[in-house]
């Protein structure tokens, strides 16, 4: 599939938890522990947020956390701050022949 | 720290070609995956294929074959994208990201990016 879907938007009140998520197939998501999060600024490059459904890079605050189930991943965002306001991508590998990386569709986070 | 610093913006005419580097510092070049991801004006990402300059291994978006070419200088630590056949649709900020090792697919250091203007 050419993008994984996520919601639009979604928005949330400063201190409050929010779930993104990022819904693929078995063909990515569902079937490999290759699911990656990205934060992005308007005008800035992605940042790396969770990579492998779970993990978090060094430097990233415990707030954020990714899981899954079967083919949707999710990304939470505990204790909203004003700098999370942002756009979030997610990516997985994908067994497709036609690429090998596919990212979701984005989700613009607002912070009320 | 590994950093990754991109040549500067880019205006193409239609049917020409434009060619984008991606220079590294500290770290180990040859070992680790350049990606390259663009985004098209208000758009979402796009993953558009990545190179291991130590085997010179290639893999590509299919819809980009046989119009874009990655090649990497590991005298320079330098990986190139190069898209020819320009056409309108391709303006956008064209990426590069190092890959995690041990990990597929997880980007954690980005080049600035390279804007890239296709008008006549």
């Known amino acids: 599939q050419s993008a994984l879907t996520q919601p639009a938007s979604v928005s949330g009140s400063p201190g409050q938890s929010i779930t993104i998520s990022c819904t693929g197939t078995?063909?990515?998501?569902?079937?490999?522990?290759?699911v990656s999060w990205y934060q992005q600024h308007p005008g800035k490059a992605p940042k790396l947020m969770v990579y492998?459904?779970?993990n978090r890079p060094s430097g990233v605050s415990h707030r954020f956390s990714g899981s899954r189930s079967g083919n949707t991943a999710s990304l939470t965002i505990s204790g909203l701050q004003a700098e999370d306001e942002a756009d979030y991508y997610c990516?997985?590998?994908?067994?497709?022949?036609?690429?090998?990386?596919?990212f979701g569709t984005g989700t613009k986070v607002t912070v009320l | 720290q590994v950093q990754l610093v991109q040549s500067g913006a880019e205006v193409k005419k239609p049917g020409s070609s434009v060619k984008v580097s991606c220079k590294a510092s500290?770290?180990?070049?040859?070992?680790?995956?350049i990606n390259w991801v663009r985004q098209a004006p208000g758009q979402g990402l796009e993953w558009m294929g990545g190179?291991?300059?130590?085997?010179?291994?290639?893999k590509y978006r299919q819809e980009f074959q046989g119009r874009v070419t990655l090649t990497a200088d590991e005298s320079t630590s330098t990986a190139y994208m190069e898209l020819s056949s320009l056409r309108s649709e391709d303006t956008a900020v064209y990426f590069c990201?190092?890959?995690?090792?041990?990990?597929?697919?997880?980007?954690?250091?980005w080049g600035q990016g390279t804007m890239v203007t296709v008008s006549s």
């Open positions: 078995s063909s990515d998501v569902g079937g490999y522990n290759y």
């Open positions: 492998d459904v779970s």
């Open positions: 990201g190092k890959e995690i090792l041990g990990s597929t697919g997880a980007f954690d250091i």
């Open positions: 990516s997985s590998y994908t067994s497709t022949s036609t690429l090998n990386y596919v």
């Open positions: 500290g770290g180990t070049f040859s070992t680790y995956a």
């Open positions: 190179i291991i300059p130590i085997f010179r291994t290639t």
